[in-house]
Structures are given as structure tokens and as C-alpha cells.
């Protein structure tokens, strides 16, 4: 049963546009919401979080939106550079859980030349 | 400053044979997790230790699977008997867990392969 859901396997988005990687959650006990960025071969890197007080948190090219009431979040990437390829892991934490975070399955982000 | 670093990276071993997996945490970091990546299953949490001890361990799949801190700077994680459908991708990741929402921190993972 998948509390943390990821359902786009894959998207390509051209150079220079926007990136929209899309998480659902389903245990409304989460208040805190991470995004990591994996490369081949190497562990995934944290990216920027949210905790559930907010509905957005912005650094640099990169924010998280939250929306509790939709349990959805969504990670924008503006504008997209070819760095940006990866695999994207969205997690998330409850308060009564400290330190263990559940992750999605990730989306593979290809961007187009 | 040094990562998360784990030993071996990859790992190619015959079905039954023991595997250990090893991990040394960022210095200073108290909690350290053992990750499984496979196409299926995505990234599911084995076991978690918070200052040495083992917090939870609902993720380990069997009791082939064993896992020890036996100090603040190393951990493994064992497999015996090992099985083909143990191949995956195993990450460990470290973080400080003083205040909350501390971001984890992966080492580059070891990829095991059962034949």
C-alpha cells in the first residue's frame, strides 16, 4: 500500500520550460514533505521540503506547492536546464514518526535539448 | 567534508552465499537508515537505528536480513542466505535527528547482484 504516490514514471520537458513533477499522499497524519533528485549511480539528494504549515516554499529555480485538502503536492522546476535530468523522489514525515520518511517511486525527468 | 560512505559498491555473489553491506555515516550524524531500491517497490525503508539502536525494523523482508550498529561510525547490513531476488540497489543514509526535519544523506549505494 503506497502512502506516498508518484504516478508519472516518466516526463520530458523541452529546455528552458517548466517542469511539473506531481506527488499524492494518502496518511493525513504526514506534515512534512521532501523532494530528492537522484542521478545515476549515486544516492539521492535532498532538494527542498515543505512543511504542512505552508503551501509554498520557493529556492532559487526550484518550488514545492502543497494543497492538504487535495493530499497533493507538486515540485516546479523554472526554467528547466539539461542538469536537471534525474529521477525525483517525493517523500514525506509524521509528526509521530520522527526520522522515518516514506518515498514514492520517483519520476524520471528527461530534458529535451 | 566526507559523506555517507558505503562498501562494497558493486557486488556480484552465487545464490546462498552471505553478503555484508557497509556503511559509515556522516561523523556527528546520530540516526543512520538502510534503503532497498528495486524497479517495483521503489525506495522502501529497511531499518533505522537512532544513537545505536535499532528503532525500526518492519521493513526488513526476512530473517535472512540482519542488520547491526555495533558504534556511532559503522553499521552492516547482512544477508544469509542470499537469493537472486535480493539483487537491488541497497542505500544507507545518515542524518541528525536533534531537531526535527533534518534531511537525510545517502551514500552512492551498493548495487548486489545474486545469480
Known amino acids: 500500500d503506497q502512502q506516498v504516490k508518484q504516478n508519472s514514471p516518466s516526463l520530458s520537458v523541452q529546455e528552458g520550460r517548466i517542469s511539473i513533477l506531481n506527488c499524492d499522499y494518502t496518511n493525513s497524519m504526514f506534515d512534512y514533505f521532501l523532494w530528492y533528485k537522484k542521478y545515476p549511480a549515486e544516492g539521492p539528494t535532498f532538494l527542498i521540503s515543505i512543511s504542512s504549515i505552508k503551501d509554498k516554499n520557493e529556492d532559487g529555480r526550484f518550488t514545492v506547492f502543497l494543497n492538504k485538502s487535495a493530499k497533493h503536492l507538486s515540485l516546479h522546476i523554472v526554467p528547466s536546464q539539461p542538469g536537471d535530468s534525474a529521477v525525483y523522489f517525493c517523500?514525506?514525515?509524521?509528526?509521530?514518526?520522527?526520522?522515518?520518511?516514506?518515498f514514492g517511486k520517483g519520476t524520471r525527468l528527461h530534458i529535451l535539448p | 567534508d566526507a559523506g555517507v560512505i558505503q562498501s562494497p559498491r558493486h557486488e556480484v555473489t552465487e545464490m546462498g552465499q552471505e553478503v555484508t553491506l557497509r556503511c559509515k555515516p556522516i561523523s556527528g550524524h546520530n540516526s543512520l537508515f538502510w534503503y532497498r531500491q528495486t524497479m517495483m517497490r521503489g525506495l522502501e525503508l529497511l531499518i533505522y537505528f537512532n544513537n545505536n539502536v535499532p528503532i525500526d525494523d518492519s521493513g526488513m523482508p526476512e530473517d535472512r536480513f540482519s542488520a547491526k550498529m555495533p558504534n556511532a561510525s559503522f553499521s552492516t547490513l547482512k544477508i544469509q542466505p542470499s537469493e537472486p531476488r535480493d539483487s537491488a540497489v541497497y542505500f544507507c543514509?545518515?542524518?541528525?535527528?536533534?531537531?526535527?526535519?533534518?534531511?537525510?544523506?545517502f551514500g552512492d549505494g551498493t548495487r548486489l547482484s545474486i545469480l
Open positions: 517523500a514525506a514525515s509524521a509528526m509521530n514518526r520522527d526520522d522515518k520518511i516514506i
Open positions: 543514509a545518515s542524518s541528525f535527528s536533534g531537531t526535527r526535519n533534518q534531511p537525510q544523506h
